[in-house]
Antibody, heavy 115, light 112 residues
Framework: EVQLVESGGGLVQPGGSLRLSCAAS????????MSWVRQAPGKGLEWVAN????????NYVDSVKGRFTISRDNAKNSVYLQMNSLRGEDTAVYYC????????WGQGTLVTVSS | EVVMTQSPLSLPVTLGQEASISCRCS???????????LHWFHQRPGQSPRRLIY???NRDSGVPDRFSGSGSGTDFTLKISRVEAEDVGIYYC?????????FGQGTKVEIK
């Protein structure tokens, strides 16, 4: 059974940093792109970033370019999202999702940016 | 950025009746391999999204056959043939061909 477990969320002040983790199990991690998707409170879904199977290629939505960095550790079956210079509009539940087709999602981790 | 427009945004339905959700893309999600990368997701209240349909019309494992997807070009439809109580929540379409992949605004399905 595929499992994706996010962690690392919390309350952070504007301008601060946070590192999210997603631990994957139940599938061959090295065979899939991985993504981070976020959902602001009461709002819809926004694809934030994705990373190729071997980590050689990464994409970011414009609103996070230069501030967020996606990475993965295939030895640990994990994907990460380093978030710097956080803003109020980054407040959201952050989900990791498996594959180019988003066939599995984690339960999400809440990031709140507020003073 | 490709804009995904869903309608209606709110859909009250009677148990056992059919529900239909439309999704229009500002650019076709057809890839050079001939596949159309348009998917549907369901998010129940307080839960994470779950994919129901991939590449227009393919049901994911465990998805009841009352769910069906159709469409081509830039217009797509999700149908629930006989709505059950567990079908409430928000439905999103998504295209994954043009970066960044984009979701529709969501259609909230509720029981009348």
């Amino acid at each position: 059974e595929v499992q994706l477990v996010e962690s690392g969320g919390g309350l952070v002040q504007p301008g601060g940093s946070l590192r999210l983790s997603c631990a994957a199990s139940g599938f061959t991690f090295t065979g899939f792109w991985m993504s981070w998707v976020r959902q602001a409170p009461g709002k819809g879904l926004e694809w934030v970033a994705n990373i190729k199977e071997d980590g050689s290629h990464k994409n970011y939505v414009d609103s996070v370019k230069g501030r967020f960095t996606i990475s993965r550790d295939n030895a640990k079956n994990s994907v990460y999202l380093q978030m710097n210079s956080l803003r109020g509009e980054d407040t959201a539940v952050y989900y990791c999702a498996k594959g180019a087709g988003f066939d599995s999602w984690g339960q999400g981790t809440l990031v709140t940016v507020s003073s | 950025e490709v804009v995904m427009t869903q309608s209606p945004l709110s859909l009250p339905v009677t148990l056992g009746q059919e529900a239909s959700i439309s999704c229009r893309c500002s650019q076709s999600p057809v890839y050079s391999d001939g596949n159309t990368y348009l998917h549907w997701f369901h998010q129940r209240p307080g839960q994470s999204p779950r994919r129901l349909i991939y590449k227009v019309s393919n049901r994911d494992s465990g998805v009841p056959d009352r769910f069906s997807g159709s469409g081509s070009g830039t217009d797509f439809t999700l149908k629930i043939s006989r709505v059950e109580a567990e079908d409430v929540g928000i439905y999103y379409c998504m295209q994954t061909i043009h970066w960044p992949g984009t979701f529709g605004q969501g259609t909230k399905v509720e029981i009348k």
